[in-house]
């Protein structure tokens, strides 16, 4: 296999989110790719299988396990396809649905990718299980923000969301791994969505990943395609509208991704951001 790595959401690689892209993975077994996951390190590869209709069968593996779907990995696919084979759309199928992907070059010659994700959803978090996110967290129900409930979040993977109207609460990140990622294989949770809200449109955002085997995911696609559905579907923001995520701040990889929520309530998060080889 010929293993590339790219930083998406960001065009500094000392920024972004590592992942590492197989363009064609043809062959390859499970074991094989979690395996080179694991030895590639990066919260997340992704492995592509070109088709015949033109269509690129992917999966996702952290070092850990096979995940449904991850958005920074679908990016940096996307910018390695788009540099290697030219730009233009593409289809995706994944384990959590097709997701359809867009490649352009800006004026300056940068490939930006947006994908489209499968239609996303949000549910109730039990109140037995926020209690104890928040106590594994070290947060209170006093650090939640009440404009912005929790819920549990889904746009190809799930995410709980819980917000806070405090930038200290959002910086200070320290909690037990082991019994997050205990929690969250339970309740098939892929990352936890913590965010605060700057302006109506403008947010900032911290995802642990213990199921991936890393503490801190610096951009999170997934969970941001899902955060946009569940503003839609909680009426938090006014569609259509144009969101901007600032994940990685915290811990040295600052990243920007930028969310597209359109009207339609069973419609596809837009995610889009650029993607530079490392």
């Not at 592509?48 to 449904?68: H, I, Q």
């Not at 997701?99 to 990718?113: C, H, K, Q, S």
């Not at 993977?157 to 019994?179: F, K, N, Q």
């Not at 892929?190 to 449109?201: G, I, K, N, P, Q």
Request: charged fraction near 20%; glycine fraction near 10%; charge should be negative.
């Amino acid at each position: 296999m010929e293993i590339l790595r790219y930083v998406a959401f960001s065009s500094d690689p000392t920024g972004g989110n590592p992942a590492g892209v197989v363009l064609d993975a043809t062959g390859v077994d499970d074991k094989e790719m979690l395996a080179t996951a694991a030895d590639v390190g990066y919260s997340e590869s992704a492995f592509v299988v070109p088709s015949g209709d033109g269509t690129l069968d992917v999966r996702y593996f952290s070092p850990l396990a096979e995940v449904p779907f991850c958005g920074h990995a679908t990016i940096a696919t996307a910018v390695a396809h788009a540099e290697r084979h030219g730009t233009g759309p593409l289809v995706m199928r994944t384990q959590a649905g097709p997701v359809t992907v867009t490649t352009d070059r800006t004026a300056e010659g940068a490939v930006v990718a947006t994908l489209v994700s499968v239609a996303p959803r949000t549910a109730l978090i039990g109140e037995a299980e926020l209690a104890e996110l928040l106590a594994i967290l070290g947060w209170t129900a006093e650090d939640l923000d009440p404009a912005l409930p929790p819920r549990v979040a889904f746009a190809g993977a799930w995410h709980p969301i819980l917000a806070t109207a405090s930038r200290e609460r959002l910086a200070d990140l320290d909690y037990d791994m082991a019994a997050l990622a205990a929690l969250m294989a339970r309740e098939d949770w892929t990352t936890v969505d913590l965010v605060r809200r700057e302006s109506a449109t403008v947010f900032h955002a911290r995802n642990p990943f213990p199921p991936g085997g890393v503490v801190e995911d610096p951009a999170t696609g997934a969970a941001a395609a899902a955060f946009g559905g569940y503003l839609r579907e909680l009426e938090l923001v006014a569609p259509p509208a144009t969101l901007t995520i600032h994940q990685g701040a915290d811990m040295g990889r600052p990243s920007t991704i930028t969310v597209t929520v359109p009207a339609g309530p069973d419609t596809g998060i837009g995610v889009t951001g650029t993607a530079v080889r490392i």
